[in-house]
């Protein structure tokens, strides 16, 4: 029985619920590239065979065997998410780096809304 992809999403919203950005997440899996990461994380390739289980693995260890549901709904990644739909739709630019807390990212959405 195959294993279960990893999906685009779940990538990132595990790397940004541990505070990284894509290069410290390419160095913690010891090979892979920033390149390989912003991939997987935009979708355009999918992390499979070696790939996926080392990626699987990094996460469970550092987020416990739920990590997908857990940094899928943390409060981080929701209103961050809350914040790039509403920027887009306002079409302007904004910056999110993984050490912006809630706080900051809820402001951010309170200054697109005025």
Do not use: C
Request: proline residues 3%.
């Amino acid at each position: 029985m195959g294993e279960k992809p990893i999906s685009a999403g779940q990538i990132k919203a595990a790397r940004l619920f541990l505070g990284m950005t894509q290069s410290e997440l390419a160095v913690g899996l010891k090979g892979a590239g920033i390149t390989t990461i912003n991939r997987w994380e935009n979708g355009h390739s999918t992390p499979t065979g070696a790939w996926r289980v080392l990626l699987d693995n990094f996460f469970v260890q550092r987020i416990g065997e739920n990590w997908r549901h857990t940094a899928t709904t943390s409060k981080r990644y929701r209103t961050e998410m809350r914040l790039r739909s509403l920027a887009a739709k306002k079409r302007v630019n904004v910056r999110v780096t993984p050490s912006d807390t809630v706080e900051m990212l809820e402001e951010q959405i309170l200054e697109l809304q005025k």
